[in-house]
């Protein structure tokens, strides 16, 4: 199907994961199911090592590259999970790392991927600019580009997340998935349409980062602006492989507010005693807004990151 990847490629990617990613929990949860009147599961890839699911698609990326193309170092772009998770798959396999991401991304993310061993640049202003200042590295340095939410291997790894959903819960009948450029809605469409096509697909974002609904709305890729976001992890524009991916894997999409995603931060903490970046807390922002209409049972919400810089948590949690 176009935009998806084999099955077959998903299973390999979770041979070369084992002992490499951790298998993160699905944990129910009481309230959210009495609060939705259906029964919900968190999958806690803020857990992850790297604390979100990135390392998966980044490490299997890395694992599939060439001797010569390791010899030429990678270059990556990232809103700061996937430089994260490419710095560490880079530092596992010994490749020289270039990462870019934009001026606005958290100090916890810009720090972890530093500390991991990748130079990091962070002289553009937003992540699109971040992303052209990446390909023009690549082709400049003649280093591989590993791009954040394309590429089969990429994609593969990514939806080892639907793989665990499925053995963990395989009466599984929706899942709610935080969608950016696509890649975690690709991988998890590309488990889901080949092995439970009946599971319901239904994608979250933020209002301000908003270019898969609005480009599926339109029929074609829509440019959206930069406004700060707490979901920056999902900021930035989609591309034509990113549509497809859309149009392939999404039953539905909606869009929460920015106040809704702060309440679902400070309540993820308060409530589930979870540390969840504005990304990763979109699913459960929606539910709690009840935008999904007749949502079927059982339901599993990604919760794909949890790199949120402490003062910004504190701030939120006071807030509410």
Same mark, same amino acid.
């Given at each position: 199907?176009?935009?998806?990847?084999? %099955?077959?490629?998903?299973?390999?990617?979770?041979?070369?994961?084992?002992?490499?990613?951790?298998?993160?929990?699905?944990?129910?949860?009481?309230? %959210?199911?009495? =609060?939705?009147?259906?029964?919900? @599961?968190?999958?806690?890839?803020? #857990?992850?090592?790297?604390?979100?699911?990135?390392?998966?698609?980044?490490?299997?990326?890395?694992?599939?590259?060439?001797?010569?193309?390791?010899?030429?170092? =990678?270059? $990556?772009?990232?809103?700061?999970?996937?430089?994260?998770?490419?710095?560490?798959?880079?530092? @596992?396999?010994?490749?020289?790392?270039?990462?870019?991401?934009?001026?606005?991304?958290?100090?916890?993310?810009?720090?972890?991927?530093?500390?991991?061993?990748?130079?990091?640049?962070?002289?553009?202003?937003?992540?699109? $600019?971040? @992303?052209? +200042?990446? %390909?023009?590295?690549?082709?400049? #340095?003649?280093?591989?580009?590993?791009?954040?939410?394309?590429?089969?291997?990429?994609?593969?790894?990514?939806?080892?997340?639907?793989?665990?959903? %499925?053995?963990?819960?395989?009466?599984?009948? +929706?899942? *709610?998935?935080?969608?950016?450029?696509?890649?975690? &809605?690709?991988?998890?469409?590309?488990?889901?349409?080949?092995?439970?096509?009946?599971?319901? *697909?239904?994608?979250?974002?933020? #209002?301000?980062?908003?270019?898969?609904?609005?480009?599926?709305?339109?029929?074609?890729?829509?440019?959206?602006? @930069?406004?700060?976001?707490?979901?920056? !992890?999902?900021?930035?524009?989609?591309?034509?492989?990113? &549509? +497809? *991916? !859309?149009?392939?894997?999404?039953?539905?999409?909606?869009?929460?507010?920015?106040?809704?995603?702060?309440? $679902? =931060?400070?309540?993820? $903490?308060?409530?589930?005693?979870?540390?969840?970046?504005?990304?990763? +807390?979109?699913?459960?922002?929606?539910?709690?807004?009840?935008?999904?209409?007749?949502?079927?049972?059982?339901?599993?919400?990604?919760?794909?990151?949890?790199? =949120?810089?402490?003062?910004?948590? #504190?701030?939120?949690?006071?807030?509410?």
């Amino acid at each position: 199907m176009t935009g998806l990847v084999a %099955l077959d490629s998903v299973r390999e990617a979770a041979t070369r994961l084992r002992g490499v990613a951790r298998r993160t929990p699905l944990r129910r949860s009481a309230e %959210l199911s009495r =609060i939705a009147g259906v029964d919900v @599961h968190l999958k806690l890839e803020n #857990e992850q090592l790297t604390g979100s699911f990135k390392l998966r698609g980044a490490f299997n990326t890395l694992a599939s590259l060439t001797d010569e193309e390791r010899a030429r170092g =990678i270059v $990556a772009s990232s809103a700061g999970n996937h430089g994260l998770g490419v710095a560490w798959a880079a530092r @596992h396999f010994g490749i020289r790392a270039t990462i870019f991401v934009p001026a606005t991304a958290p100090a916890v993310k810009r720090e972890g991927i530093a500390a991991l061993g990748a130079r990091v640049d962070q002289s553009r202003a937003d992540y699109d $600019a971040a @992303h052209a +200042a990446a %390909l023009d590295f690549a082709t400049r #340095e003649g280093a591989r580009f590993v791009n954040p939410c394309a590429g089969d291997a990429l994609l593969a790894g990514q939806g080892t997340v639907a793989l665990e959903i %499925l053995e963990d819960l395989p009466d599984v009948e +929706a899942v *709610i998935v935080p969608v950016g450029g696509g890649g975690l &809605l690709g991988g998890i469409g590309s488990v889901l349409r080949a092995s439970a096509p009946a599971v319901r *697909i239904l994608g979250a974002q933020s #209002e301000r980062t908003d270019a898969m609904a609005k480009s599926l709305a339109a029929g074609r890729v829509v440019d959206i602006g @930069h406004d700060p976001t707490l979901a920056d !992890g999902l900021a930035g524009a989609i591309d034509e492989e990113g &549509l +497809a *991916i !859309g149009r392939a894997a999404l039953d539905a999409i909606v869009r929460v507010s920015e106040e809704e995603i702060g309440r $679902a =931060i400070a309540w993820l $903490a308060d409530e589930e005693s979870l540390t969840v970046e504005g990304s990763g +807390a979109v699913g459960v922002a929606a539910l709690r807004a009840g935008l999904f209409a007749d949502l079927p049972s059982p339901v599993a919400i990604v919760v794909s990151g949890g790199n =949120i810089d402490p003062a910004v948590l #504190e701030r939120l949690r006071v807030r509410q």
